[in-house]
């Protein structure tokens, strides 16, 4: 990415246009209070920061848009940013691919954020996906390099480039350090989207070992206990007879192959199922006609009983009555053959006949006793003949509730049989769902399935330990320093060729301290210590490392754009405060021709990168050197400002 121009706005459709040079050494040169300062900030805003950064003044009261087309591998687009309205901050951008020259003012408004459009910049820089994860211990969040990290190397302010203690672009604001430390590494090109990748591919590899270890782990284990868990489900199927006599004896000791042969044989062998029978019908047959039987029975017992009880009641009552005869004969009221009826009192005779009624009723009660033994006498033959009966139907029912009984416990003995046999089935059917679930779940390897498993496991550790060390902070680091040490010679050659303090001896970047550290006789010396001293040491060295930089990353194509903006790198020898021309006589010759080494070093680099590098450079200096006066592409002063005169009105003075 190079600049070819930059273009402000004014709210009435103006346009001020600055060109620059693609690939060469641009000079603005200028009185102080002219806007050159404010170009770094307008730059960035242009290319997605979230605010301006201009102080209140001219710029902010005329310029409603801020715009410039940069170019990138050939490519033109046109970016803008509209100025903030009350506030100092807006998400709003202008993104235009292949412009036909400079849109109009009526022709810009928003069609994108500025983090849209950042990511579009990023991509079209060559950006890919990339990510630096903090090594173990570390709070802070992993961090993907962006565009905006990749501009660290493209700036160097008024008030960075001759400080000591500042080497890098927004090094001294919040956060940015550690910033340009995590994504430095990606920009030398030490880590990447192969890193990336290869964090995902060591990711995926780890779930893979694990899954390895576990087949391996469970196929150890298998070959460790199947032999001893088939030998027992073979024991315990020849317990239950699902094994054959014959095949018992050679189940011990048998490999587990063979075991799991013969399991899978008794699988595969239909179980003997019990016969069916009718036992049950029978069964229910028999002791629905037992209890018929034994209920005849029982009501048989209550008619005999009843026989019993009705025959002796006519015994008793037949044996009273006699004894009542008995006893009217013995007292003579019953006359008999052989003689008349006398009265047991006084002994005489009775008369008998009609008329004599109390005869004539003893009479008549004789007669009912003598019917009623008559009666009595007549009913006992029927009795014993129905007791007969009954006795002759309870023997049969006897014989035959023997004969039921005797067939229940037959088919209770044929039921019990079928039972336990059943059972047998049962238990043999739980055997074979035993070793069903064995051989499905637990697997046979051979030795040469588990060397491959083993081998597996081995291959994908070495795999994830060369991830790993790719991946590893140190060989990140080890790379990072192999960079540096590339990037450091350069720097030590640039700097030899300004003559800067402990150049002879080697300077070099580190990266760590985002400093310069030259190496002396006494040890390091650092830039950020005070330890290097002198302006044109502390212009020098960031202009070296700046310098340095670019050359690495065009050599390597690495995704940073191709131009540097340097605010005042004269300063340390010209006078900040002069507003009346870049006259260089109030220099000493030293300074004057130090300053024109800096700018030889910078017009000689954008040579030397063939088109490749551009340097913008915003100064007082303005010698008349016709090879500076070909780099000069603006010069502001006797009214000429980055605000022409006629955007602000007689009571605004200018920059």
């Known amino acids: 990415m190079q600049i070819e121009n930059l273009v402000l706005y004014s709210h009435a459709g103006e346009q001020r246009v600055i060109d620059f040079r693609l690939g060469q050494l641009n000079v603005i040169t200028g009185d102080s209070q002219t806007g050159k300062s404010s170009l770094t ?66 022709d810009l408004h928003a069609n994108t954020s500025r983090n849209e459009l950042r990511e579009f910049l990023s991509s079209a820089i060559g950006i890919e996906e990339n990510l ?25 302010t008024q008030s960075e480039i001759a400080s000591q203690t500042v080497l890098f672009h927004h090094q001294n604001l919040e956060f940015q350090s550690q910033a340009i430390r995590d994504t430095f590494p990606y920009f030398l090109g030490a880590q990447g989207l192969e890193e990336l990748r ?8 780890k779930r893979t070992l694990r899954a ?8 150890e284990t298998a070959n460790d206990e199947s032999t001893d868990r088939a030998h027992g489900l073979l024991v315990e199927a020849s317990d239950v007879g699902l094994v054959p006599e014959s095949d018992r004896d050679g189940i011990e000791g048998s490999s587990l192959p063979n075991a799991r042969l013969i399991l899978q044989s008794l699988l595969d062998t239909p179980l003997d199922t019990p016969s069916t029978t009718n036992e ?21 017992a209550e008619q005999l009983q009843g026989l019993e009880d009705f025959n002796g009641v006519a015994v008793a009552y037949t044996t009273e009555l006699r004894e009542q005869q008995a006893r009217l004969v013995s007292i003579g009221l019953v006359p008999s053959e052989t003689h008349d009826a006398e009265c047991p009192v006084c002994g005489s005779f009775i008369e008998t006949g009609e008329n004599q009624p109390d005869h004539a009723l003893i009479s008549a009660e004789l007669l009912g006793v003598n019917r009623r033994l ?28 023997a004969e039921l009984n005797a067939t229940l416990m037959a088919l209770a003995e044929e039921s019990e049989i079928v039972a336990r046999e059943r059972q047998r089935v049962n238990i043999q059917s739980y055997v074979r769902g035993k070793i069903s679930e064995y051989l499905s779940t637990v697997e046979e390897l051979t030795d040469v399935e588990l060397d491959r498993l083993r081998d597996e496991l081995s291959r994908l550790l070495g795999t994830i330990s060369a991830l790993e060390e790719s991946l590893d902070s140190a060989t990140i680091r080890a790379r990072v320093e192999s960079a540096v040490a590339l990037v450091s ?19 070099r970047l580190d990266a760590s301290r985002l400093t310069v550290v030259a190496d002396t006789r006494d040890g390091p010396a650092f830039l950020d210590a005070g330890q290097i001293g002198s302006g044109l040491n502390w212009v020098g060295y960031h202009l070296a490392v700046y310098l340095a930089l670019q050359r690495y990353f065009i050599l390597n194509n690495r995704p940073v754009p191709r131009f540097i903006l340097i605010d005042q790198p004269s300063q340390a020898f010209f006078p900040p405060d002069q507003g009346f021309g870049g006259d260089m006589e109030q220099l000493n010759d030293t300074d004057r021709e130090h300053t024109k080494d800096l700018y030889r070093l910078m017009r000689d680099e954008v040579i030397a990168q063939d088109g490749e590098l551009q340097v913008i450079a915003l100064d007082h200096a303005d010698f008349d050197d016709q090879w500076f006066q070909d780099c000069v592409v603006d010069r502001w002063r006797d009214g000429k400002a980055l605000i022409p005169v006629e955007w602000y009105d007689d009571e605004t003075s200018p920059i």
């Open 489 to 507: 010679r350069d720097i030590t050659s640039i700097a030899q060729s300004l003559n800067l303090e402990h150049s002879s001896t080697g300077v």
């Open 280 to 300: 049950g019908t029978e069964f229910e047959v028999a002791r629905s006609e037992l209890a018929d039987k034994r209920e005849r029975a029982r009501e048989i």
């Open 374 to 401: 008559d009666s009595a006498t007549h009913d006992r033959p029927r009795i014993e003949k129905a007791r007969q009966q009954l006795l002759e139907e309870r023997e049969q029912l006897t014989r035959r509730i």
């Open 132 to 156: 630096n994860v903090p090594p173990v211990g570390n709070t802070r969040a992993a961090l993907s390099a962006a565009f905006a990290h990749s501009l660290y190397y493209c700036f160097q």
């Open 212 to 219: 390895a270890e576990q087949r391996l782990r469970r196929a």
């Open 198 to 205: 290869n964090r995902e591919r060591l990711a995926q590899a």
């Open 41 to 106: 900030n307008i730059f960035r805003y242009c290319l997605g920061s979230s605010s301006p950064g201009i102080p209140i003044g001219p710029i902010s009261r005329t310029v409603a848009w801020y715009g410039m087309t940069v170019n990138i591998h050939s490519r033109r687009l046109f970016l803008a940013r509209p100025a903030p309205d009350g506030s100092q901050e807006t998400s709003g951008a202008l993104l235009i691919v292949e412009p036909e020259g400079i849109p109009n003012s009526d």
